[in-house]
């Protein structure tokens, strides 16, 4: 036996593997029978937004186009529903940071089977300065970072939040582009030219990564995709 095999042993015994939702022992950090329960959307889904299509309600078509995204495409792995809408409270408002290596890996799934145009670089949406150290992590930076490492992708942060914004949550669509407007700043090197992918943990109507998108696109040759971990369905 090598002395790395029983380590791993050792930490195994002391450490066992657990799934991160329900805490059963798993080689896997999510188990079976908890992954079964994730609505993921897959390929059915507007092809410039991705919005499940399952969850349209008599249109077969998605009503995106209206709003002139500055995004080429954006993917979501799963429905923000459920098991899953739980876990990313958890993982947002109780600190259970353990959460993103898991959620990564279904943002990684997504990343290689839908977006067909590798980019260079992952660009988190950040949080405002205040309310990063409040929540003591910002949640997409931490899903950006372990999506890097599996991807083999750099992770920047060329883009600062400098509004202290009103939680979004309650707002429409037209409100949300308000409320994120100017809220950005682009701090990245002068002139770029790179495919980036911008990285979030939730979308709803797309105001926050569009605004992101468009903070970059008017301050270089950007080409930009996006990729959220989960995608609200409730809009108005
Ligand atoms: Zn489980
Ligand atoms: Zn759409």
Same mark, same amino acid.
């Given at each position: 036996?090598?002395?790395?095999?029983?380590?791993?042993?050792?930490?195994?015994?002391?450490?066992?593997?657990?799934?991160?939702?329900?805490?059963?022992?798993?080689?896997?950090?999510?188990?079976?029978?908890?992954?079964?329960?994730?609505?993921?959307?897959?390929?059915?889904?507007?092809?410039?937004?991705?919005?499940?299509?399952?969850?349209?309600?008599?249109?077969?078509?998605? #009503?995106?186009? @209206?709003?002139?995204?500055? $995004?080429? +495409?954006?993917? /979501?792995?799963?429905? *923000?529903?459920? &098991?899953?809408?739980?876990?990313?409270?958890?993982?947002?408002?109780?600190?259970?940071?353990?959460?993103?290596?898991?959620?990564?890996?279904?943002?990684?799934?997504?990343?290689?089977?839908?977006?067909?145009?590798?980019? #260079?670089?992952? @660009?988190?949406?950040?949080? $405002?300065? +205040?309310?990063? /150290?409040?929540?003591? *992590?910002?949640? &997409?930076?931490?899903?950006?970072?372990?999506?890097?490492?599996?991807?083999?992708?750099?992770?920047?942060?060329?883009?600062?939040?400098?509004?202290?914004?009103?939680?979004?949550?309650?707002?429409?669509?037209?409100?949300?582009?308000?409320? @994120?407007?100017?809220?950005?700043?682009?701090?990245?090197?002068?002139?770029?030219?790179?495919?980036?992918?911008?990285?979030?943990?939730?979308?709803?109507?797309?105001?926050?990564?569009?605004?992101?998108?468009?903070?970059?696109?008017?301050?270089?040759?950007?080409?930009?995709?996006?990729?959220?971990?989960?995608?609200?369905?409730?809009?108005?």
């Amino acid at each position: 036996m090598s002395i790395k095999f029983f380590i791993n042993g050792l930490l195994d015994v002391f450490f066992p593997p657990l799934c991160v939702f329900c805490g059963c022992f798993d080689e896997k950090s999510l188990c079976k029978n908890c992954r079964k329960k994730i609505e993921f959307i897959g390929n059915s889904c507007c092809k410039l937004c991705g919005y499940p299509l399952n969850k349209l309600n008599d249109s077969a078509v998605c #009503d995106c186009k @209206v709003e002139r995204f500055s $995004f080429e +495409k954006a993917v /979501s792995a799963a429905v *923000y529903e459920g &098991s899953l809408k739980d876990a990313i409270h958890r993982f947002k408002y109780y600190r259970k940071k353990v959460l993103a290596h898991a959620f990564s890996r279904l943002m990684e799934e997504c990343y290689r089977n839908f977006i067909k145009d590798p980019v #260079d670089f992952i @660009v988190p949406v950040p949080l $405002f300065k +205040k309310k990063e /150290s409040e929540r003591g *992590y910002n949640q &997409s930076e931490l899903l950006a970072k372990n999506l890097g490492k599996f991807l083999g992708i750099p992770v920047r942060n060329f883009i600062l939040r400098i509004k202290d914004t009103a939680s979004q949550t309650k707002l429409g669509r037209t409100e949300r582009r308000e409320n @994120v407007k100017s809220a950005f700043q682009y701090q990245g090197p002068p002139g770029m030219e790179a495919k980036v992918l911008i990285v979030d943990d939730i979308m709803t109507t797309g105001a926050t990564v569009n605004e992101c998108a468009r903070i970059l696109k008017e301050a270089g040759n950007f080409k930009v995709y996006v990729l959220t971990l989960a995608r609200g369905v409730k809009q108005d």
